[in-house]
């Protein structure tokens, strides 16, 4: 399978905070979870695969002709601007006509289940119709990367579950490859295909959902991940 995102001796320093040094390949089409308590690194590491940063060490190369997708963890819904206008509002951006617009905006509130939504202000919905809304917005334009940042900390369980089932027809109805930022181990399970477990700065080790709570000989990440106590490895720390 073919990388899509190629990260090389990635390092940043943020006050006394060091990122790195960072090697890791993200695969096309798969899953990606960066498990870590908060302080981590996590958000950092994303927001320079996504591009805010120029200050850096090392290479990070993201092989797609499409912009990344990024859903933020508060999702930054334009407040004056009802459901339909903050879906459209990246579409012409990307200087889609009048008649396109309306198209893919009715196309992917339909594929969301937010057509009802559509004269709605961000300020009247509950958490799950934002989070869908930003989703929306997001994916209006096909990314190839879909970078979501803590996105579904601010929901209830039931919610969750809902959302959850909505990544995953995301990944194959738009071939999408999904990087998710998440301090909960459950999350990670049920979504994610390769989770990376990231502490102080630098990715310890990435393995398949399943190897998740195999015992290391790292007591670091056996401490974080709770092997050898009597824990519920569900929680979220």
Do not use: W
Request: hydrophobic letters at 40%.
């Amino acid at each position: 399978m073919e990388d899509i995102v190629s990260i090389k001796d990635v390092r940043m320093k943020v006050g006394e905070f060091q990122l790195g040094p960072i090697d890791l390949d993200i695969k096309r089409g798969e899953v990606f979870a960066f498990l870590g308590k908060t302080g981590a690194g996590k958000t950092l590491l994303m927001e320079l695969i996504g591009g805010f940063y120029t200050h850096y060490e090392g290479t990070i190369q993201v092989f797609s002709d499409v912009p990344v997708g990024i859903v933020l963890q508060e999702y930054a819904l334009f407040p004056h601007l009802t459901v339909a206008e903050n879906i459209a509002y990246g579409l012409k951006c990307h200087h889609y006509s009048k008649s396109e617009t309306q198209k893919k905006v009715k196309d992917i509130t339909s594929f969301f289940g937010i057509n009802h939504l559509l004269g709605q202000y961000p300020d009247t919905l509950s958490g799950g119709e934002k989070q869908r809304t930003a989703l929306a917005r997001t994916m209006a334009i096909r990314p190839d990367l879909l970078l979501l940042d803590e996105p579904f900390s601010a929901l209830d369980v039931a919610t969750k579950e809902r959302i959850y089932g909505q990544i995953l027809k995301i990944k194959e109805e738009f071939d999408c490859t999904i990087v998710i930022i998440t301090h909960d181990f459950h999350e990670a399970i049920r979504l994610a295909d390769r989770v990376g477990i990231l502490l102080h700065g630098k990715v310890k080790d990435v393995v398949a959902p399943g190897e998740l709570f195999v015992r290391r000989q790292d007591n670091e990440v056996n401490e974080f991940l709770g092997i050898g106590e009597n824990v519920d490895k569900k929680r979220t720390i």
